[in-house]
């Protein structure tokens, strides 16, 4: 509690303070000295600021069918085929993470019951996401004659 209540310069060495934030936020370097749960939580993170450019291009469409974020052009072909990559990775995440609460027991995983629900409630949204791109990509392919950049 003392420490909380010492006053932090938190403008000070602004230079180390971004490099911090890149490398542990972004880079979850902390996460990553664990590689079984790092890389879990490495790819859903990801995995949802790539997801970021799929749920931009909804909300626009929500509002403006036609909107497409192809105008970007081969840029936009790579996302699309890193998002649906990275799904994938984000799908076996979600699967490795409740094998290791469920079936593997990690003892740090174990806590009372609502934690675990309150885990796999979060896990399943997130696999709600993942599984929901897929399907808007899957339709958005099956209604241009599978290909993105074409309009109907």
Same mark, same amino acid.
């Given at each position: 509690?003392?420490?909380?209540?010492?006053?932090?310069?938190?403008?000070?060495?602004?230079?180390?303070?971004?490099?911090?934030?890149?490398?542990?936020?972004?880079?979850?370097?902390?996460?990553?000295?664990?590689?079984?749960? /790092?890389? +879990?939580?490495?790819? !859903?993170?990801?995995?949802?600021? #790539?997801?970021?450019?799929? $749920? =931009?291009? %909804? &909300?626009?469409?929500?509002?403006?069918?036609?909107?497409?974020?192809?105008?970007? /052009?081969? +840029?936009?072909?790579? !996302?699309?085929?890193?998002?649906? #990559?990275?799904?994938?990775? $984000? =799908?076996? %995440? &979600?699967?490795?993470?409740?094998?290791?609460?469920?079936?593997?027991?990690?003892?740090?995983?174990?806590?009372?019951?609502?934690?675990?629900?309150?885990?796999?409630?979060?896990?399943?949204? =997130?696999?709600?996401?993942?599984?929901?791109?897929?399907?808007?990509?899957?339709?958005?392919?099956?209604?241009?004659?599978?290909?993105?950049?074409?309009?109907?």
């Amino acid at each position: 509690m003392k420490v909380g209540k010492k006053k932090d310069d938190r403008f000070d060495n602004p230079g180390k303070r971004i490099i911090n934030v890149l490398k542990i936020a972004f880079g979850q370097s902390k996460l990553l000295r664990d590689p079984s749960a /790092g890389l +879990v939580h490495f790819f !859903i993170f990801w995995g949802f600021m #790539l997801f970021l450019f799929a $749920v =931009i291009e %909804a &909300i626009i469409q929500g509002f403006y069918s036609p909107f497409s974020l192809s105008f970007l /052009g081969p +840029v936009y072909s790579v !996302i699309t085929l890193i998002q649906d #990559l990275i799904g994938v990775m $984000v =799908i076996i %995440a &979600i699967a490795w993470a409740l094998l290791r609460r469920f079936v593997f027991r990690i003892p740090r995983l174990q806590v009372d019951k609502s934690g675990s629900l309150d885990a796999v409630f979060i896990l399943m949204l =997130i696999f709600i996401v993942v599984v929901s791109m897929f399907g808007q990509n899957m339709a958005g392919f099956a209604s241009n004659n599978f290909s993105p950049h074409k309009k109907c």
